[in-house]
C-alpha cells in the first residue's frame, strides 16, 4: 500500500508542468471595475478569469469565475497561470500577499481621485500594450466631464453604502472627488478613510441637504423612519434619494460618467 | 502490640459555608477491624470517609495511615492502600465492565507503558471474587444496580487494597443482594487481611457485619465502641429523634433495633 | 475479534489514500496534475487539513473526558474568540499582513488562556464546572470585544468572518513556513504526550473523585492537560481558523466506532478528524465557483449523520 503512494509522488515530480500554448498576455481581474475597464479598452480577449461579481458588461459574466471579492480560490487564479492579477486594496490585502508569495504578478487598483483614476485607465492600457488606446478612451471621458453642467449652489450631500454600521465616502474616494468637482458637498469629505464607518449622531448633526442611499435598507420609507431624522433637511424637504444604481458611483470605471450626468439631472432642477 | 490502620488526632473540619462538621475528632481504627459508622442525614459520616481516603484536606489534626501522615502520601502511594466506593456512581461515557476494571490498576502502571500481564491477571482475579466475570464486555450502563455495584468492587480489588472505605453501597440493592455483599466482604476480609471502614443507614446491618461501630451526631462525637454499647436506646433516640426497641437477635447475638 | 481489527485498519487507510489522492490532485475541472499547484497549493492545504482536524478532534475528546462533559468542543476554553479578537486587534491597529496574521491570533489566544487559567485555578480550587465557566465567560468577554473594535474600527472588517468560519486556502512564504514548522513540531510532540496520559483519563472520565482515589494526581493532571490541550488549539485556530463541529463530533463517532476507552478514542479522534476536515476541504473548494469556509461543509454534512448516528444508537 505504501509502495503505491510514493510511486504516486514520485510520479508527480517526474511530470512536466503544462507548456503555455496561450497568448502571451493573460489577465485575471478581482475587481469588476476593473474587469468594465478592460473591456472598455477592448482587450477582454486576454481576460481569463474575474470574479462573481463582474457584470459588466454582459460578456463579463461568461469569462471563467475565480470566486467572490474577499475570498477567491487562489488556486483557480495560479491554476490560470496570469501574467497580471489586478486586485484592490484594502480588501484584498490578503490574496495581493499570497499571490506575491506565490511569484504571481499583482497590480493595485485603488485610485483616491479622478484624476488617479484616469492615470490607473492609462496604466492598465500599458499592461496591454495598449496605451494609444487608454489614452484616448481618457481622453473621451474627461471631455464628457468636462461637458456636464456644473452645479450652482453648494449642495450638501450625505452618500450612504451602508446601514448598521452606517458607511459613508470619505476623502480618499474617487466618487468624493467627482462630487466635488460636481459642485457638490460630500459632508463626510473630511474623514480619513475611503468608505469611513460613521454615527447616526453625526449625520443628524451634520445635517444634509440630500440623502443619496445605495443599500437595500436605504429605501425612503426607511431613512425617514429613523430615530431622529426628523430634524434632517434631506428629510424635512423629502430630498432622499434611493433608486440610482450604485454601479454607476461606487465602481471606478468608465461609467461613473453615467453616474455624473444623473446628479447633474437631479441636482439641474433644484434650487 | 495492635496495629493501627488509621490514628485520627484532634480532627477539626468545616465546609467553607456551614458549621464544623468536626471538632476535635480522635478515634483509632485497628488492622483488620471492620469499622461501621452511622449517624443521621448531616452528621457528618462521608465526610469523614473522604478525610480518610484523602480527598478532603481538614482545617486541624492529623489522619495517620498505618502510621503515615496521609496527606504527605502521593494520590498514588494512597491509591495502592486505599480502596474508596463511593456514594454516587455515574457512567457519563460507557465503558466496558473490563474497561472499569482495569482502571483500578491506575496506581501501579508507569508512564508510557501498556497494560501488563499481572495487571490482566489482578483484574480477572478481582472480577472472579466478585462474580463479575461474565460481564467482561458489557457497557456498564446495561447492568443492574447489583451488577454495577459488584464491579465498582472489583475495580477497587484490582487496587490490591488493604483498607476499603464504602459509602452506604447498599442503599440500592435488595435484600438479597445486601447479604450477598456483606457475606463476599466478609470473604474477602479474612482472605485478604483487609480492613474495612462502612458507612450505613441501616443500624442493623451495622450491628451484625461491625467490630466497632462509631456514632456521630451533627458536629458531635457521640461514642465509638462495640455495637451492644452504642446501640442503646438513649443513644438511638437522642440522635436519631425515634425511639427505638432494642432487642437481641436470635441467630447473632447482636443488637437488633426495630422501630 | 482479530479479524475486525484488520478490516478496520484497512479500511481507514484506503479511505486515507483516497483523501489524500483527492485532496492533492481533484480540481475545479476534475483531475489534473501541475506540479506548482499540487506543491505550492494543494500541499500545504492537506497538511493544515490533516493536523487542524487532528488536533482539534483529539482536544475534544480530551475535553470532554476532562471536563466530563459530553458536549464539550475545543473552544469552550475560549480560545477561538481570544484568536479572533487578536486578529481583530492587528487589524484595528493596521498590521494586517497576511502572514502576520497568526501571530496575533496567537497572542489574543493566549490572552484569554491566560484569563481562564487565572479564573479557573485561581486558589488552588480545581472544579470542572468552574474551568468551563472561566472559558464561557471569557468567550463572551473576547467575542464583545471583537464587536467593538469591528464598531469603532474605521473601516468595516469583514475579513473576520472567514477567519471564524474557517480557512484551510494556507501560503507559505519562510517566516510562516518557519513558525508553522516549529509550533505544529511541538503539536505533535504534545499529543503524543497527551496520549500517554490516556488510561488517567479513562479514570478522569469518572469523576475527579474517583479519579484521585485511583491514584490520579487531579490537580496536577487538570493543569498540565490544560495548558498542552490549550496550545494545540490555539496553534490550530492561529493557522486554520475556528472550524467547528469537528472537535464535537469526531471524538462521539470514534467512541462509537471503537468503545469509550481513551486509550483507543485518542488516536482513533485524530485519525476521524484528520480525514473529516481533509475530505471536507476537497468539498469546500471543488463544490462552486466560490470557496466555501469550511466550517459550512463540516456542519451542513456532519449534522445530518450524527442525527442518523444518534438514531442508530438510540
Redesign the interface.
Known amino acids: 500500500?505504501r509502495k503505491?503512494?510514493f510511486w504516486?509522488i514520485f510520479?508527480?515530480?517526474c511530470?512536466p508542468?503544462?507548456k503555455d500554448e496561450k497568448p502571451k498576455i493573460r489577465v485575471v481581474s478581482l475587481v469588476p471595475a476593473v474587469t468594465e475597464i478592460i473591456f472598455a479598452l477592448n482587450c477582454e480577449k486576454y481576460l481569463v478569469g474575474n470574479t462573481?461579481y463582474c457584470d459588466y458588461p454582459e460578456e463579463a459574466k461568461k469569462v471563467y469565475?475565480?470566486?467572490?471579492l474577499?475570498?477567491?480560490?487562489?488556486?483557480?487564479i495560479?491554476?490560470l497561470k496570469p501574467t497580471i492579477v489586478f486586485l484592490t486594496y484594502?480588501?484584498q490585502?490578503?490574496i495581493d500577499?499570497?499571490l506575491r508569495?506565490?511569484k504571481v504578478n499583482t497590480f493595485v487598483s485603488a485610485p483616491k481621485s479622478l484624476k488617479e483614476m484616469f492615470e490607473e485607465i492609462i496604466k492598465i492600457g500599458e499592461f496591454f500594450n495598449e496605451k494609444e488606446r487608454a489614452i484616448r478612451l481618457v481622453d473621451s471621458l474627461k471631455e464628457e466631464l468636462a461637458k456636464i453642467k456644473k452645479i450652482k449652489k453648494k449642495k450638501r450631500v450625505y452618500i450612504e453604502i451602508?446601514d448598521t454600521?452606517p458607511?459613508t465616502i470619505g476623502k480618499n474616494s474617487f466618487l468624493n472627488d467627482l462630487l466635488a468637482y460636481l459642485g457638490l458637498e460630500n459632508i463626510f469629505g473630511d474623514?480619513?478613510?475611503?468608505?469611513?464607518?460613521v454615527k447616526h449622531e453625526e449625520i443628524i448633526l451634520r445635517n444634509p441637504d440630500y440623502i443619496i442611499t445605495f443599500h437595500p435598507q436605504g429605501k425612503v420609507k426607511g431613512v425617514i423612519s429613523r430615530l431622529g431624522y426628523e430634524k434632517v433637511n434631506a428629510v424635512r424637504y423629502g430630498k432622499i434619494i434611493d433608486s440610482l444604481n450604485p454601479d454607476y458611483f461606487l465602481r471606478n470605471s468608465p461609467r461613473i460618467i453615467i453616474g455624473a450626468k444623473i446628479l447633474a439631472k437631479i441636482f439641474e432642477n433644484e434650487k | 502490640m495492635a496495629i493501627f490502620a488509621y490514628e485520627i488526632k484532634n480532627l477539626y473540619f468545616q465546609y467553607s459555608t456551614s458549621e464544623p462538621l468536626f471538632k476535635g475528632l480522635s478515634i483509632k481504627i485497628k488492622e483488620k477491624e471492620w469499622f461501621g459508622i452511622i449517624g443521621p442525614n448531616g452528621s457528618g459520616k462521608t465526610t469523614l470517609l473522604k478525610i480518610m481516603a484523602g480527598l478532603l484536606t481538614p482545617q486541624k489534626g492529623a489522619v495517620l495511615l498505618f502510621n503515615n501522615n496521609i496527606f504527605s502520601l502521593t494520590p498514588k502511594e494512597r491509591a495502592k492502600i486505599i480502596g474508596y466506593f463511593p456514594q454516587e456512581n455515574f457512567f457519563i461515557f460507557d465503558f466496558t465492565v473490563k474497561e472499569i476494571v482495569l482502571m483500578g490498576r491506575n496506581p501501579y502502571r508507569k508512564r508510557f507503558s501498556f497494560v501488563t500481564k499481572k495487571d490482566m491477571e489482578i483484574v480477572e482475579k478481582a472480577m472472579e471474587l466478585t462474580g463479575t466475570i461474565g460481564l467482561e464486555d458489557k457497557k456498564i450502563n446495561e447492568l443492574s444496580t447489583g451488577e454495577k455495584q459488584r464491579v465498582i468492587l472489583a475495580r477497587i480489588l484490582a487496587q490490591e487494597p488493604q483498607v476499603l472505605l464504602l459509602d452506604e453501597f447498599t442503599t440500592h440493592l435488595d435484600i438479597a443482594y445486601q447479604i450477598e455483599f456483606i457475606n463476599l466482604l466478609k470473604r474477602l476480609k479474612d482472605a485478604k487481611n483487609l480492613t474495612i471502614v462502612f458507612l450505613t443507614h441501616d443500624l442493623n446491618l451495622a450491628s451484625v457485619a461491625c467490630d466497632r461501630i462509631l456514632l456521630l451526631a451533627k458536629g458531635e462525637f457521640i461514642g465509638c465502641d462495640v455495637p451492644e454499647k452504642i446501640l442503646r436506646e438513649d443513644l438511638i433516640e437522642k440522635v436519631y429523634k425515634v425511639k427505638p426497641i432494642i432487642k437481641t437477635h436470635p441467630l447473632t447475638n447482636r443488637p437488633l433495633i426495630i422501630f | 475479534m482479530r479479524n475486525r481489527k484488520i478490516i478496520e485498519i484497512i479500511s481507514l487507510s484506503v479511505f486515507f489514500l483516497l483523501i489524500v489522492f483527492l485532496s492533492l490532485f481533484l480540481g475545479n475541472e476534475g483531475f489534473f496534475f501541475d506540479k506548482t499547484i499540487i506543491l505550492n497549493i494543494r500541499l500545504p492545504r492537506m497538511i493544515l487539513g490533516f493536523l487542524t482536524g487532528g488536533a482539534l478532534a483529539f482536544c475534544g475528546a480530551v475535553l470532554q473526558g476532562l471536563l466530563e462533559n459530553p458536549l464539550c468542543d475545543p473552544y469552550i476554553l475560549g480560545i477561538a474568540s481570544g484568536a479572533a479578537f487578536g486578529v481583530s486587534f492587528g487589524y484595528f491597529i493596521n498590521r494586517y499582513s497576511y502572514f502576520v496574521t497568526p501571530i496575533f491570533a496567537f497572542l489574543g489566544a493566549f490572552l484569554a488562556i491566560l484569563l481562564v487559567y487565572n479564573l479557573a485555578f485561581y486558589k488552588g480550587k480545581t472544579n470542572k464546572l468552574t474551568l468551563i465557566l472561566a472559558g464561557v465567560i471569557v468567550s463572551f468577554l473576547f467575542s464583545s470585544l471583537t464587536m467593538l473594535l469591528m464598531v469603532f474600527s474605521k473601516r468595516p472588517l469583514t475579513e473576520i468572518i472567514y477567519l471564524l468560519m474557517g480557512n484551510l486556502a494556507i501560503v507559505f512564504n519562510k517566516l510562516n513556513l518557519i513558525i508553522f514548522i516549529i509550533v505544529n513540531s511541538l503539536t505533535i510532540i504534545f499529543l503524543i504526550i497527551i496520549n500517554s496520559y490516556a488510561f488517567e483519563l479513562n479514570c478522569f472520565a469518572l469523576g475527579s473523585e474517583v479519579a484521585e482515589s485511583l491514584g490520579v494526581n487531579t490537580k496536577k493532571f487538570m493543569r498540565v492537560l490544560f495548558f498542552l490541550v490549550s496550545f494545540i488549539i490555539t496553534v490550530q485556530v492561529a493557522f486554520a481558523g475556528a472550524i467547528s463541529f469537528v472537535g464535537l463530533m469526531v471524538p462521539h463517532l470514534a467512541r462509537f466506532l471503537f468503545g469509550s476507552n481513551y486509550e483507543k478514542v485518542l488516536p482513533f479522534s485524530f485519525i476521524l478528524g484528520a480525514l473529516t476536515v481533509m475530505g471536507a476541504d476537497v468539498i469546500a473548494r471543488s463544490i462552486a465557483p466560490v470557496e466555501l469556509p469550511i466550517s459550512i461543509v463540516t456542519t451542513f454534512f456532519g449534522a445530518p449523520f450524527f442525527l442518523y448516528l444518534l438514531k442508530k444508537n438510540l
Open positions: 500500500m503505491i503512494f504516486f510520479l508527480i515530480f511530470y508542468s503544462k462573481i469565475k475565480v470566486g467572490d474577499i475570498n477567491p480560490s487562489i488556486e483557480r495560479v491554476s484594502p480588501l490585502k490578503n500577499e499570497k508569495a506565490l451602508n454600521p458607511i474623514k480619513e478613510y475611503e468608505y469611513p464607518v
